[in-house]
């Protein structure tokens, strides 16, 4: 892992000289942030924890973010989720029915997604759910997306792109914070939606905090809120 990942190795007792660590542990992979005062670990599990009491409790098909999709009696579309990130999202939507790709292209956030997908197949409940509609690839969006064959362009664009939180008194969970210092802002958020528009069949979903402006481009054809999240929604021409 450490070499396809182009990290170094530390192996215990060695001393660790760095302010991360991916760790693998015997039950799971974990991105850490060490010295004091630093949150817990972070991890994919779709078995357990908060993920699975939305996919048991969240509201299944009336939530705003299968709304948003497009998830109706007798629609259940095709979806790339092209930020896929921890993979909370596409998820939900595998839950609910659909077939979501999932592209990331930090290969270090996606060495934690693929530990939680792979965990999660041998489950009785969501296994077989999971390996038959969520596949990841880890790929830069924006020119996966341009370079799609016709037939290959999916119902739905989904993007959740990483929002510079500029207040200083903005609260920001420990997950996201922490991809945030690994990874950066995603400053080509623009140009990933045209990328999408120029694909999704039916429609491209943007995920914003509720007060956040709209991403630069075309304006969304409508916007599903949420007490703390907006869901900008962007119809295609060809409906």
């Known amino acids: 892992m450490a070499a396809g990942l182009d990290l170094p190795l530390v192996v215990p007792p060695h001393p660790v000289v760095t302010p991360y660590l991916l760790a693998l542990m015997p039950d799971r992979l974990e991105l850490r942030e060490l010295g004091p005062g630093a949150p817990g670990p972070v991890y994919v599990d779709f078995v357990a924890g908060a993920v699975a009491h939305r996919r048991l ?8 973010l299968a709304r948003a999709i497009g998830l109706k009696r007798g629609a259940t579309p095709t979806v790339i989720d092209a930020t896929a990130g921890l993979g909370r999202d596409a998820f939900v939507l595998a839950c609910l029915g659909c077939t979501v790709h999932l592209l990331e292209r930090s290969p270090i956030i996606a060495a934690l997604l693929r530990d939680g997908l792979e965990r999660a197949v041998p489950d009785a409940v969501i296994g077989a759910l999971v390996a038959e509609r969520m596949q990841l690839q ?24 990483m929002y510079p939180h500029r207040r200083k008194s903005a609260l920001v969970g420990k997950e996201m914070r922490l991809l945030r210092q690994l990874v950066g802002d995603d400053e080509d958020a623009s140009e990933l939606l045209a990328a999408a528009l120029c694909c999704a069949r039916q429609r491209v979903v943007v995920k914003r905090p509720r007060l956040a402006p709209n ?5 969304p054809t409508l916007a599903i809120t949420a007490p703390n999240t907006r869901f900008d929604v962007y119809l295609s021409l060809r409906n």
């Open 138 to 161: 880890v790929a830069d969006a924006q020119r996966y997306l341009r370079q799609l064959d016709p037939d290959q362009h999916p119902d739905v664009v989904y993007l959740d792109p």
């Open 215 to 219: 991403l630069e481009g075309p304006p």
């Open 57 to 64: 409790f969240g509201g299944g098909r009336g939530q705003p």
